[in-house]
């Protein structure tokens, strides 16, 4: 069984993934699997080389070219057939593991609904999503920049099969995950 998490950026979908990890559920995080390909060094070059950008301060290009609707284009082709390839190398080592929890932050947004089983959407409010987001070093900018990219809430709470709530404590989120589990 395939479990997409997902939700707005600063939502809590990494503190998720880490538990259900801790509660020895296989996870598979988009999120983490493209972090690990601009630490590998080929790959980073790769990349980079393909879309045209510096190899130093790429981040920050890469953050100040994300509105432009050609870049983010390209990127995604780039990117997203790299990021494939990974999971599949991954998801076969889980196929006797049910359920197997995916974190796919732009689910909906990119049509991914379908290769799941089931969706559950991490639902949290604006303002503490802000925060936790700002908590982490990147700007206000980029918080609106990235928030803009995805659905609103509402939507992917129609979406989605089962939603959790995360306005409170990580204690109070594991609670909601626990309820989760017991309901699948």
């Not at 994300?66 to 076969?92: C, E, Q, T």
């Amino acid at each position: 069984m395939k479990i997409a998490i997902t939700g707005n950026i600063g939502s809590g979908k990494s503190e998720v993934i880490k538990f259900l990890s801790l509660k020895g559920y296989l996870c598979i995080s988009s999120d983490q699997i493209i972090k690990s390909l601009y630490q590998d060094k080929n790959l980073r070059e790769y990349i980079l080389n393909r879309m045209d950008l510096p190899h130093t301060n790429y981040k920050e290009e890469i953050i100040q070219r994300l509105n432009n609707s050609f870049f983010n284009k390209k990127l995604k082709k780039v990117i997203y057939p790299l990021l494939y390839a990974k999971k599949k190398i991954i998801a076969p080592k889980f196929d006797n593991f049910i359920p197997t929890f995916y974190e796919v932050p732009l689910l909906f947004e990119e049509n991914l609904a379908q290769n799941f089983d089931g969706t559950v959407f991490i639902n949290t409010n604006i303002l503490i999503r802000k925060k936790r987001v700002l908590q982490r070093g990147v700007t206000e900018q980029y918080f609106h920049l990235m928030n803009q990219k995805q659905l609103k809430e509402n939507i992917k709470k129609n979406l989605s099969d089962l939603t959790i709530s995360n306005n409170g404590s990580i204690l109070n989120l594991r609670l909601n995950v626990i309820k989760l589990l017991k309901s699948l």
